[in-house]
């Protein structure tokens, strides 16, 4: 009997190959889609999640409570903040602090010469108790002592390899900065992929004193953005109790508790969004879950597709059918041919489906900054599984119930009625859904394009184009002064400037501060932006009020941002002028000589914050270079030229300014990049779904067309026709789907500071969109029904 089935099934299906092929491209399409979405999803709901005490791993946070009652969050603590976890609370079995991403220019001897690398991420000064918390396979060395000693280094095998080839590593040395050298004493196994710590050079956090000597590392105070703090608990309950202590403990060390510190379970950590530095991917749970439903509504849309070319095919085997049931079968042996005939449907699509996802693996990895693999798991395998099972049952449940239940005698007779093929209000209802989640997704397209655009068009508040950005190797004032005037010979090169970091970054510094004659330090942090006299012409920052700051080494006085004399209530710029602030950095109060036009410090999600700009050349650790910009490849070559000849042992890059900032948005990038893929397949299937739906009703209607044109009616007046009542249900689903795709991205936009509005014609324009659509799939098969021959139409009928 089994084999009758395949036999039917088979010839069934290769009778039919237009209707077989459809139905293989749209369930491959919703299938690939759905996959995709599930190996992203799954990709970062397992983040950190092998880590063996995962439950019991807590990240110490902090809040910092200003005096507006607004609240900023940072996912730093204080070094210190480790030994007093790990010897006065009972709660805690172990706590180990690490700073990521210090920039390090590593060298090595290679055949009697030097070789180096320039590393910006990967790198971070860790205390040996992190391998206690986090797992990490040691191939070489002991994680008790690896790091126990200045100068130690442990390294991933990669980066092993990528120093020092096929050659033992453990021993070898390391000169991490002039008169700085390490020792290599430990080789890990490179971590999982899916890790928020990813690092792959371990520095000693006792050699800390070595690069920076200034660093005071029992002050709590000092915070960083590079800054983590990861402790486990015996208890993970107990963390109660633990939060609840750190009031005392935050006053006894800081004197106040405008600084507030939380522990944050790691299984959270990956998708607090408020606490993402370093233009890091920030991912909402909800961006997940709602990404988990684009890639149902796909499946679905498929499925729907399917149960309409089904359907639409119902009148042309109810002969069959008559005949089958006339000769004995029983309904529930014609329902197992029909789950039969789709199973082989649905097995087909699932192979072009991984074919799909295979080829198309490595440009989504692209696109959205992961590492997905299509890896044969038991994860994978059962979602593979579930998801063949489920749309055989949704795509070939109705279609069978429909078949089966044809009347034999009707059947034989040729008297199915339009009804027979299953109800048309099921899949008018069916069509809605589908252009509803087509719509929605267009929608959502326009939105993000357009809140991106924005962002990208906003005026920041200086000159983003044309500069060139340069990381310096050391920030001895001789060398840098030298680059700086070598530069400047160059016609092409309009002005230089040496700072901490451009006016916008990615990570944030600053401090509390006195004003005027305030005997305490306000409640609220000022951020800093420390820079040389240059500063304001290479940046094209705009002095509002008084003068730009002279020539210093030092900090000897502030240019402030109009946003901290807006905080400090003063209305007129010329009123703060000659008034004094003082900064942690400096230990008297120096005065204020000028106010410069707000600028953005950091992407648009954020308000512009109060800002001064001052002079100190300990903490220069870039050079502004801005171009002319008619030959920028050569101009940068000739930059390179001069920073060979005065810093010959230093690595060479560079990034253009504008080009850091869109660092800022990977995640708004991330999003319309998903958004466009998933509503280009919506569309595809949308298509696939009307396109069947419009081959059922010119089956029906075969014969009310013949008899249409013989009395003389018009190819556009049958298109018309069958047209209007397809666009209706486009037009049903338009008004649906508008409000829900307003307030789906009405609270997306919430999460920026400076945003765009909702406009009427971004839902007008979905709607055109989708009734374009709609028209050129109707119009292809109404067309060809109404060019047929009306004699041929109705002796078919």
């Given at each position: 009997?089994?084999?009758?089935?395949?036999?039917?099934?088979?010839?069934?299906?290769?009778?039919?190959?237009?209707?077989?092929?459809?139905?293989?491209?749209?369930?491959?399409?919703?299938?690939?889609?759905?996959?995709?979405?599930?190996?992203?999803?799954?990709?970062?709901?397992?983040?950190?999640?092998?880590?063996?005490?995962?439950?019991?791993?807590?990240?110490?946070?902090?809040?910092?409570?200003?005096?507006?009652?607004?609240?900023?969050?940072?996912?730093?603590?204080?070094?210190?903040?480790?030994?007093?976890?790990?010897?006065?609370?009972?709660?805690?079995?172990?706590?180990?602090?690490?700073?990521?991403?210090?920039?390090?220019?590593?060298?090595?001897?290679?055949?009697?010469?030097?070789?180096?690398?320039?590393?910006?991420?990967?790198?971070?000064?860790?205390?040996?108790?992190?391998?206690?918390?986090?797992?990490?396979?040691?191939?070489?060395?002991?994680?008790?002592?690896?790091?126990?000693?200045?100068?130690?280094?442990?390294?991933?095998?990669?980066?092993?390899?990528?120093?020092?080839?096929?050659?033992?590593?453990?021993?070898?040395?390391?000169?991490?900065?002039?008169?700085?050298?390490?020792?290599?004493?430990?080789?890990?196994?490179?971590?999982?992929?899916?890790?928020?710590?990813?690092?792959?050079?371990?520095?000693?956090?006792?050699?800390?004193?070595?690069?920076?000597?200034?660093?005071?590392?029992?002050?709590?105070?000092?915070?960083?953005?590079?800054?983590?703090?990861?402790?486990?608990?015996?208890?993970?309950?107990?963390?109660?109790?633990?939060?609840?202590?750190?009031?005392?403990?935050?006053?006894?060390?800081?004197?106040?508790?405008?600084?507030?510190?939380?522990?944050?379970?790691?299984?959270?950590?990956?998708f607090d969004v408020r606490r993402v530095m370093g233009?890091?991917?920030?991912?909402?749970?909800?961006?997940?879950?709602?990404?988990?439903?684009?890639?149902?509504?796909?499946?679905?849309?498929?499925?729907?597709?399917?149960?309409?070319?089904?359907?639409?095919?119902?009148?042309?085997?109810?002969?069959?059918?008559?005949?089958?049931?006339?000769?004995?079968?029983?309904?529930?042996?014609?329902?197992?041919?029909?789950?039969?005939?789709?199973?082989?449907?649905?097995?087909?699509?699932?192979?072009?489906?991984?074919?799909?996802?295979?080829?198309?693996?490595?440009?989504?990895?692209?696109?959205?900054?992961?590492?997905?693999?299509?890896?044969?798991?038991?994860?994978?395998?059962?979602?593979?599984?579930?998801?063949?099972?489920?749309?055989?049952?949704?795509?070939?449940?109705?279609?069978?119930?429909?078949?089966?239940?044809?009347?034999?005698?009707?059947?034989?007779?040729?008297?199915?009625?339009?009804?027979?093929?299953?109800?048309?209000?099921?899949?008018?209802?069916?069509?809605?859904?589908?252009?509803?989640?087509?719509?929605?997704?267009?929608?959502?397209?326009?939105?993000?394009?357009?809140?991106?655009?924005?962002?990208?068009?906003?005026?920041?508040?200086?000159?983003?184009?044309?500069?060139?950005?340069?990381?310096?190797?050391?920030?001895?004032?001789?060398?840098?002064?030298?680059?700086?005037?070598?530069?400047?010979?160059?016609?092409?090169?309009?002005?230089?400037?040496?700072?901490?970091?451009?006016?916008?970054?990615?990570?944030?510094?600053?401090?509390?501060?006195?004003?005027?004659?305030?005997?305490?330090?306000?409640?609220?942090?000022?951020?800093?932006?420390?820079?040389?006299?240059?500063?304001?012409?290479?940046?094209?920052?705009?002095?509002?009020?008084?003068?730009?700051?002279?020539?210093?080494?030092?900090?000897?006085?502030?240019?402030?941002?109009?946003?901290?004399?807006?905080?400090?209530?003063?209305?007129?710029?010329?009123?703060?002028?000659?008034?004094?602030?003082?900064?942690?950095?400096?230990?008297?109060?120096?005065?204020?000589?000028?106010?410069?036009?707000?600028?953005?410090?950091?992407?648009?999600?954020?308000?512009?914050?109060?800002?001064?700009?001052?002079?100190?050349?300990?903490?220069?650790?870039?050079?502004?270079?801005?171009?002319?910009?008619?030959?920028?490849?050569?101009?940068?070559?000739?930059?390179?030229?001069?920073?060979?000849?005065?810093?010959?042992?230093?690595?060479?890059?560079?990034?253009?300014?504008?080009?850091?900032?869109?660092?800022?948005?990977?995640?708004?990038?991330?999003?319309?990049?998903?958004?466009?893929?998933?509503?280009?397949?919506?569309?595809?299937?949308?298509?696939?779904?009307?396109?069947?739906?419009?081959?059922?009703?010119?089956?029906?209607?075969?014969?009310?067309?013949?008899?249409?044109?013989?009395?003389?009616?018009?190819?556009?007046?049958?298109?018309?026709?069958?047209?209007?009542?397809?666009?209706?249900?486009?037009?049903?689903?338009?008004?649906?789907?508008?409000?829900?795709?307003?307030?789906?991205?009405?609270?997306?936009?919430?999460?920026?500071?400076?945003?765009?509005?909702?406009?009427?014609?971004?839902?007008?324009?979905?709607?055109?969109?989708?009734?374009?659509?709609?028209?050129?799939?109707?119009s292809f098969q109404s067309i060809k029904a109404a060019?047929?021959?009306?004699?041929?139409?109705?002796?078919?009928?």
């Amino acid at each position: 009997m089994l084999q009758n089935y395949f036999k039917i099934a088979w010839r069934n299906l290769t009778t039919q190959r237009s209707y077989t092929l459809l139905n293989i491209l749209g369930l491959s399409v919703g299938m690939a889609g759905g996959l995709l979405i599930f190996l992203f999803v799954r990709y970062h709901l397992s983040t950190d999640r092998h880590h063996t005490k995962f439950d019991r791993i807590f990240r110490v946070v902090t809040d910092l409570h200003l005096d507006d009652g607004s609240v900023e969050y940072y996912p730093e603590a204080p070094l210190p903040m480790a030994q007093v976890l790990r010897t006065d609370f009972s709660q805690v079995e172990q706590a180990a602090f690490l700073i990521m991403n210090r920039e390090l220019t590593v060298t090595y001897q290679k055949n009697g010469k030097p070789v180096r690398f320039l590393e910006h991420k990967g790198t971070a000064f860790v205390e040996p108790e992190l391998f206690d918390i986090l797992d990490y396979q040691w191939l070489h060395g002991n994680p008790k002592n690896a790091l126990r000693e200045p100068g130690s280094v442990v390294l991933t095998e990669s980066w092993a390899k990528k120093y020092f080839g096929d050659a033992d590593p453990m021993g070898r040395m390391l000169n991490l900065k002039p008169g700085i050298d390490a020792k290599v004493t430990g080789v890990l196994a490179d971590p999982p992929k899916t890790t928020d710590t990813d690092i792959r050079f371990f520095i000693s956090l006792s050699t800390l004193k070595a690069f920076s000597p200034d660093f005071n590392q029992a002050d709590w105070s000092w915070l960083n953005s590079n800054y983590r703090l990861f402790v486990t608990l015996k208890d993970p309950q107990s963390v109660g109790s633990l939060e609840a202590a750190m009031p005392a403990l935050t006053k006894k060390h800081l004197g106040s508790n405008f600084l507030q510190f939380h522990f944050q379970p790691l299984r959270e950590s990956h998708f607090d969004v408020r606490r993402v530095m370093g233009g890091a991917i920030a991912i909402r749970p909800s961006l997940l879950w709602s990404l988990g439903l684009v890639g149902l509504f796909l499946v679905l849309t498929a499925c729907i597709n399917f149960v309409n070319l089904a359907t639409a095919q119902a009148l042309r085997r109810g002969k069959e059918v008559g005949i089958r049931k006339t000769l004995g079968s029983t309904r529930g042996q014609l329902v197992r041919q029909f789950l039969l005939e789709t199973a082989l449907i649905v097995l087909a699509a699932t192979s072009l489906a991984l074919l799909m996802a295979v080829l198309s693996l490595p440009v989504f990895n692209q696109w959205v900054n992961v590492s997905l693999s299509l890896q044969p798991n038991g994860s994978t395998l059962g979602f593979i599984a579930l998801l063949v099972l489920v749309v055989i049952l949704l795509a070939g449940g109705y279609p069978a119930a429909v078949l089966s239940g044809f009347s034999p005698w009707a059947a034989l007779k040729g008297k199915l009625s339009a009804k027979s093929g299953g109800s048309y209000s099921v899949r008018q209802s069916l069509i809605v859904l589908q252009f509803v989640i087509c719509q929605a997704l267009i929608i959502g397209s326009l939105v993000v394009a357009t809140q991106v655009r924005y962002i990208q068009n906003t005026d920041v508040g200086f000159r983003k184009d044309n500069v060139v950005v340069v990381t310096l190797p050391n920030p001895q004032k001789a060398s840098r002064e030298t680059f700086k005037n070598e530069l400047l010979q160059y016609p092409d090169i309009k002005s230089i400037s040496a700072s901490h970091r451009p006016p916008s970054a990615l990570i944030m510094n600053g401090g509390s501060f006195k004003f005027g004659d305030q005997a305490e330090w306000t409640d609220f942090p000022i951020r800093e932006r420390l820079a040389d006299a240059d500063y304001l012409k290479t940046y094209g920052l705009q002095l509002v009020a008084g003068r730009n700051l002279s020539e210093s080494d030092t900090i000897r006085e502030y240019l402030i941002n109009e946003t901290l004399l807006r905080k400090l209530n003063i209305r007129d710029p010329q009123q703060v002028l000659g008034r004094k602030m003082q900064y942690y950095l400096s230990p008297v109060a120096l005065p204020i000589v000028g106010v410069v036009k707000d600028f953005h410090l950091r992407s648009l999600r954020d308000e512009i914050a109060p800002c001064f700009i001052a002079s100190y050349f300990k903490m220069y650790e870039r050079i502004g270079v801005r171009i002319s910009g008619q030959n920028p490849q050569q101009t940068v070559q000739r930059i390179q030229k001069v920073w060979e000849k005065i810093y010959p042992d230093a690595v060479f890059e560079y990034e253009f300014l504008d080009d850091q900032l869109a660092q800022f948005y990977e995640t708004e990038n991330l999003i319309f990049r998903l958004v466009n893929t998933f509503a280009g397949i919506a569309i595809l299937i949308c298509g696939l779904g009307l396109y069947g739906l419009v081959s059922l009703v010119v089956v029906q209607r075969t014969k009310e067309i013949g008899i249409r044109k013989v009395l003389g009616a018009s190819v556009a007046g049958i298109v018309a026709l069958l047209s209007k009542d397809f666009l209706k249900l486009v037009l049903i689903a338009m008004v649906i789907a508008s409000p829900i795709a307003g307030y789906a991205m009405s609270q997306w936009l919430q999460d920026f500071a400076y945003k765009i509005s909702l406009a009427w014609w971004m839902f007008a324009l979905a709607g055109v969109l989708a009734v374009l659509v709609a028209l050129v799939t109707v119009s292809f098969q109404s067309i060809k029904a109404a060019l047929a021959n009306p004699v041929k139409s109705l002796r078919a009928e």
